[in-house]
């Protein structure tokens, strides 16, 4: 049983910065991935970027690939996303979730947090 909680989103204007944070409590090595999704209204879920506790291997889209990074502090339990050059495009809810295997799939993730809301503006 996991449980993950997001922290850091905000208001921020075309070409600011934000950090978002995820804390996980309890098993969360027992699973390989952390990725992080979001959601802007009316529109699917999409793949922003995943890490692996073991290996740190990681993959972006495309669309943030170059701007965002993700990381992870195995001691604290916690993963990462800086966004750096944000755009009104990545206007959404940001969420975490740990899934078994390196994929960009939002059905191969097992555990979820709440999220929490971005907004660019221009």
């Known amino acids: 049983q996991v449980q993950l909680v997001e922290s850091g989103g905000g208001l921020v204007q075309t070409g600011d910065s934000l950090r978002l944070s995820c804390a996980a409590s309890g098993r969360i090595f027992s699973y390989y991935v952390m990725g992080w999704f979001r959601q802007a209204p009316g529109k699917e879920r999409e793949f922003v970027t995943f890490?692996?506790?073991?290996?740190?291997?990681?993959y972006y889209a495309d669309s943030v690939k170059g701007r965002f990074t993700v990381s992870r502090d195995n001691a604290k339990n916690t993963v990462y996303l800086q966004m750096n050059s944000l755009k009104p495009e990545d206007t959404a809810i940001y969420y975490c979730a740990a899934g078994q295997t390196g994929v960009t799939l939002a059905a191969a993730y097992t555990a979820w947090g709440q999220g929490t809301q971005v907004t660019v503006s221009s």
């Open positions: 890490i692996s506790w073991s290996g740190g291997h990681t």
